[in-house]
């Protein structure tokens, strides 16, 4: 009979340093979660803009690349949108688009992404007249931050005709 009063007297149950120890190692793990979380979403960012500068880029390369090459192959006149000029490195008017976040065409000061192109002829000994494409998407000039970089897209192709 002692021995069943003295389980019945006993109680059970946490201390509060153990009720404590265990708050401040839930705290911890949720912290660190929270900060995972963080990095995802920064993750996912740059994973979005990337997607976009590459898509926007080969967009604006691919209609370059249907344009065609004369617009009187006769008199070998090449096409506006085929002349010599633009740059990669700087906005030159013509041979740049604005985009807003969702890919629309938009003005320059509501821009999210960038696209830029530059045509330039190529010298050659064949009887055929080419032209180098480069087109280089990037994020606007407002939404410049660390990893502007990452966010780019470059391409380049050559296109020619036959001149003879």
């Known amino acids: 009979m002692q021995a069943s009063t003295h389980l019945a007297s006993r109680e059970d149950g946490f201390t509060l340093v153990e009720v404590m120890v265990s708050i401040v190692i839930l705290t911890v793990g ?10 995802a979403t920064n993750s996912n960012s740059l994973s979005g803009r990337m997607t976009s500068s590459s898509a ?13 090459f004369y617009t009187d192959p006769t008199t070998r006149t090449r096409s506006a949108a085929l002349v010599d ?6 906005t ?10 969702d890919g629309l065409p938009t003005a320059q000061g509501t821009a999210f992404l960038e696209v830029r192109w530059q045509v330039t002829s190529v010298p050659t000994n064949l009887p055929l007249e080419m032209v180098q494409i480069r087109v280089r998407a990037l994020p606007a000039g ?5 990893f502007a970089i990452i966010g780019e897209a470059n391409f380049i192709t050559y296109r020619s005709a036959n001149v003879g």
Do not use: C, I
């Not at 926007?56 to 065609?68: H, I, N, V």
């Not at 000029?85 to 700087?90: K, L, Q, S, T, Y």
């Not at 407002?142 to 660390?146: E, F, K, S, V, W």
């Open 56 to 68: 926007l880029a080969k967009e604006q390369l691919e209609r370059l690349k249907a344009t065609p």
């Open 92 to 101: 030159v008017a013509g041979y740049v688009s604005y985009f807003d976040v």
């Open 142 to 146: 407002g939404t410049m931050d660390q």
């Open 30 to 39: 949720l912290l660190s979660l929270a900060q995972m979380m963080v990095l």
């Open 85 to 90: 000029g633009g740059a990669v490195n700087a």
